[in-house]
């Protein structure tokens, strides 16, 4: 769809879905280099497509009787753990079994080093948990807060005192909400890159 519309742009001239496409564009490009430098921009395709598929998937939620699949455990951690697989994978692939570094701090005592060595093992097994769990965990809170308003405007709609206040309060939170779904994608691709430039980095 995103393709799709950029092409039509391109035919018609510049306008709004254009605009979009190339202020998303950018976005995306300076965090990139922000977060991992020019050999990041490798990763522009893929981080591209996951932040296009994480903002669908949480706007695509706000339509009413719609499902909302960032707000299911399984599927924020099948995407996570996968993230994470395709990453350590590549990472042994760049640096063979010197990529096993980024469990060893530098500059640190003999004997502390087997605990941290520890540590660091069992922050890097966590990752695609807390990744998942966060956006899980946000998205989930938000939908159930606007079926909840929206349950009560409902109700509230035949006591005529009270009028369309309660559907103001639904808009409103569904405004909020996709803030928040910007955001929750936005912080999901933010994590993935910091764990990329660790692994090009090794720390």
Known sequence: ????????????????????????????????IEQVGKPGILFFPFIMSLFLFVLTLNVMGLVPLSFTVTGQLIVTFTLAITIMIGITIWGF????????????????????????????????VLRPISLA????????????LIHIIGVAAIYLMQFYFIGILPWICVIAFMFLELGIAFLQAYV????????????????
């Open 93 to 124: 692939r760049i640096h063979g079994v010197k990529f096993l570094n980024i469990f060893v701090p530098s500059g640190i005592e003999p004997w502390l080093l087997p605990l941290l060595v520890f540590i660091e093992i069992m922050s890097y």
């Open 133 to 144: 769990v966060r956006l899980f965990a946000n998205m989930l809170a938000g939908h159930l």
């Open 1 to 32: 769809m995103y393709k799709v519309s950029l092409y039509k742009a391109t035919l018609i001239g510049e306008n709004n879905w254009q605009n979009i496409g190339e202020m998303i564009y950018e976005f995306i490009v300076d965090l990139i």
């Open 188 to 203: 999901f691709v933010l994590l993935t890159l910091i764990y990329i430039a660790n692994i090009i980095n090794l720390h």
